[in-house]
């Protein structure tokens, strides 16, 4: 219920939700659902590089998980909390 505020400022945000998908420290894939702005977008493409990146320091992740896309749950939980419709590429 503490996230309720932040879930509905998030919802009516001008701020994009991204898809970033990667592997982690083992090689596994791995994917995350990241709101930020399109600057700090352009930030992380630019460090992604480099190798391994926190993607805390350019927005905040709201769902994030194994494999190469995520579950129905996952894609579930962000069209109700954030009306953010997944549609895999």
């Known amino acids: 219920m503490a996230n309720m505020h932040v879930d509905k400022f998030i919802k009516k945000s001008s701020l994009p939700i991204h898809f ?16 930020c702005n399109m ?8 460090a992604s590089e480099n190798g391994n990146i926190n993607l805390l ?3 905040q992740v ?23 419709l997944f549609e895999a590429a």
């Open 20 to 35: 970033i998908r990667g592997k982690d420290n083992t090689g596994r894939d791995c994917f995350f659902f990241l709101i």
């Open 39 to 46: 600057d700090k977008i352009r930030r992380l493409q630019g």
């Open 57 to 59: 320091q350019f927005g």
């Open 62 to 84: 709201i769902a994030s998980g194994f494999g190469r896309a995520p579950d129905q749950g996952v894609c579930k939980m962000l069209k109700e909390k954030y009306d953010f």
